[in-house]
């Protein structure tokens, strides 16, 4: 195996980022992590994802892979030798891409939501995002079967792609003064946390929640002055 | 009851009509259900709880819900004929990749310049051949997308030509101009059964979008 095979472009306080590295720390595969500088892009990665131009990027070889749940399925498919980040089973690989694709599309874009909205929509967001835990509470049930994480005994494609927000989740409780994660209301979920932040393949990835509760003050502030995105 | 397949559906989805195009090349039997989207069925509610959208697959009582999910789903279970993704895992990651990207932009911008007037008609118009453009480069001289033969981001984006007669009537385009490379491979894709069975009439879709255009827009 050439050293430096495997690279990931990226930055630390991404959630989506942080997909394929615990992905590749699953499968015990060495890379090399090149962090974006904050508010420019690199000619590497534009190169590499012209048409989206985002982060995170895998360069395997001379081969980019982009966005971030297809890298950690190709992953999966590649490092055959280290334990499965998708069941075998095709109705729970379904069941998993479901739930991956609910989180991103809809639970995340309320969490996104919550961060610049104020007043009646701020209370709005906040329900969906209550809702939206609600649903995830249930799921986990039924996908873990009484086992440690969504996908059983050990980490799986839900459980990366829900649990890279976690470290956000918990600036949103700060920043909002609420419980999202609560014993009373997902007990399942709340355990389910702390396993997941607690596992070897995320510990060395997960942002502490003090680091980026500070990177949001300087999101937040470039957001007030930054020009509308362009899309 | 060895293999039961019902497909909750809607005639002019272009989501939809992916999973008719998946099932029709696995040569699978199943059962069409139509569903009205203003009055939608307990089944559907019951299946689909969290999104309450068509395409639903129901595979032995079991559902499957999100049109590329489906269509992944189908092609591991009836894994023994007519591959829809590639076996090499760069060249799926590839594949799944242009299938997302055309879910990112087809709708909304198909949406764009079928439903609007004005300045956001013609900010729709420039997404939408933008995003035409870009996967006629990703096309290159391939006769499919996926290659020499038809494949799952061909699948993923045939089902949007049915859309197209309605996007440059009511969008006053001309996309075989503008993008003569896209008209050519989905002529070329119409030729395939699966394809030519599945989708739906340009002029009935065209009707219905104008029907549709009609509850967003006064002219």
Redesign the interface.
């Known amino acids: 195996m050439v050293k430096n095979d495997v690279k990931v472009l990226g930055a630390w306080p991404s959630p989506y980022v942080m997909r394929p590295r615990i992905a590749l720390n699953i499968k015990s595969v060495n890379y090399e992590f090149l962090e974006e500088t904050f508010g420019s892009k690199s000619e590497l990665l534009l190169q590499s994802n012209p048409?989206h131009k985002k982060i995170p990027v895998l360069i395997?070889g001379d081969?980019p892979?982009?966005?971030s749940m297809?890298?950690v399925?190709?992953i999966d498919?590649?490092w055959t030798s280290g334990p499965s980040i998708l069941p075998s089973d095709?109705?729970d690989?379904?069941i998993q891409?479901?739930w991956a694709?609910?989180v991103d599309e809809k639970w995340f874009a309320a969490m996104k939501g919550l961060r610049s909205a104020q007043g009646e929509e701020r209370k709005a967001f906040l329900d969906q995002v209550t809702e939206g835990l609600a649903?995830l509470e249930e799921a986990f049930g039924k996908c873990s079967k009484g086992k440690a994480f969504f996908g059983g005994d050990r980490i799986g494609l839900l459980d990366i792609a829900f649990g890279s927000f976690l470290g956000w989740l918990k600036v949103t409780e700060k920043l909002n003064g609420v419980k999202l994660l609560d014993e009373a209301k997902t007990p399942g979920l709340v355990k389910w946390a702390e396993r997941f932040c607690a596992d070897a393949a995320v510990k060395s990835v997960m942002p502490e929640t003090e680091k980026l509760l500070e990177f949001s003050k300087v999101l937040a502030a470039k957001m007030k002055g930054a020009p509308p995105p362009k899309? | 009851m060895a293999n039961e397949v019902v497909l909750l559906d809607f005639w002019p989805s272009m989501f939809g009509m992916r999973v008719r195009i998946a099932l029709a090349e696995k040569g699978i039997k199943y059962e069409y259900k139509e569903e009205d989207l203003k009055n939608k069925s307990l089944l559907l509610l019951e299946m689909n709880p969290i999104n309450k959208k068509i395409p639903v697959l129901i595979h032995n009582g079991k559902p499957v819900c999100e049109s590329l999910i489906i269509v992944q789903y189908i092609d591991e279970v009836w894994n023994d004929k007519c591959p829809l993704l590639p076996s090499d895992p760069y060249q799926r990651a590839q594949a799944r990749f242009w299938a997302d990207f055309v879910d990112k932009k087809a709708y909304g911008a198909s949406r764009k310049v079928c439903n609007t007037t004005g300045e956001e008609q013609e900010a729709g118009k420039k997404e939408f051949f933008e995003f035409l453009k870009t996967l006629e480069v990703e096309l290159g001289d391939k006769p499919y997308f996926g290659g020499e033969t038809f494949g799952y981001v061909d699948l993923s984006f045939i089902t949007f030509y049915s859309w197209f007669h309605a996007c440059e009537v009511l969008g006053n385009i001309n996309i075989e101009a503008e993008c003569p490379k896209i008209i050519a491979w989905a002529k070329r894709c119409l030729q395939k059964e699966s394809v030519a069975k599945t989708l739906p009439d340009q002029k009935k879709v065209y009707e219905f979008v104008a029907q549709m255009r009609k509850r967003f827009v006064s002219e």
Do not use: D, T
Request: proline share 5%; aromatic share 18%.
């Open positions: 048409v395997h081969k892979i982009c966005e297809i890298i399925e190709y498919e590649v095709p109705y690989r379904a891409r479901f694709a609910y649903l899309n």
